[in-house]
């Protein structure tokens, strides 16, 4: 199947109030072009580079999400135009988009990612780590980053229960996060990221409202 009949099936089986980040990472804008032509809009890299060569090439009313780790020094380079970065682990990383965000006077969010697989090669905080950073004077004192919502992977297992209970940890944590977020920081907590390729069904079905799919879009990487 072609790529624009792979979105086109996806757009269908999706509820409205999930969100598909098509994960477009190591993929020709070739590819991408088709997967805009199609009407596809929102669009993942992991690589921030990457992401800027495809952003200076492509159409500019995509919106360009950050979902791979992120270092430091490279925050610069994708500043003027990212919309959302997933993967924020630490308050140093949210210290530095909020400096790079007002050096390009614009306001960046940013969903925090909590670790809860059981895998150690998964970044992430606690819930206990990202409670506290959201409470913290440090953090009320950023005005160019706006916390939105949640992010996390699963452990990469056939095991769909153990996934299901992850999930469900998660979504826990969003739920609880959001009654609270009016006392954290004034913003909205309103988005939950979890759920790729191969879980992104059993995501759904625990509370996932943004999911990020690559190779069921755009096929197998090489």
Partial sequence: MTISENLKN???????NVTLV???K?????????????G??????????E?????QEMPKDIEWHMIGHVQRNKVKYMAPFVNLIHAVD??????????????NERTIACLLQ???????SKFGMDEADAASLLSSEEFKKLQNVEVIGLMGMATFTDDEKQVSEEFQKLKKIYDKFRIQAGQFSGSEFKVLSMGMSGDYKLAIE???NMIRVGSAIFGERN
């Fill in 10 to 16: 996806f757009k269908n089986e999706l509820p409205d």
């Fill in 22 to 24: 098509a994960v477009s």
């Fill in 26 to 38: 190591t993929k020709p804008v070739s590819d991408l072009m088709e997967a805009y032509n199609a």
């Fill in 40 to 49: 596809q809009r929102v669009f993942g890299e992991n690589k921030i580079q």
């Fill in 51 to 55: 992401m800027e060569s495809k952003w």
């Fill in 90 to 103: 630490s308050f140093k990383l949210l210290k530095e988009i909020d400096k790079e965000a007002e050096k």
């Fill in 114 to 120: 909590i670790k809860i697989a059981e895998e150690d």
């Fill in 206 to 208: 625990n509370g996932s």
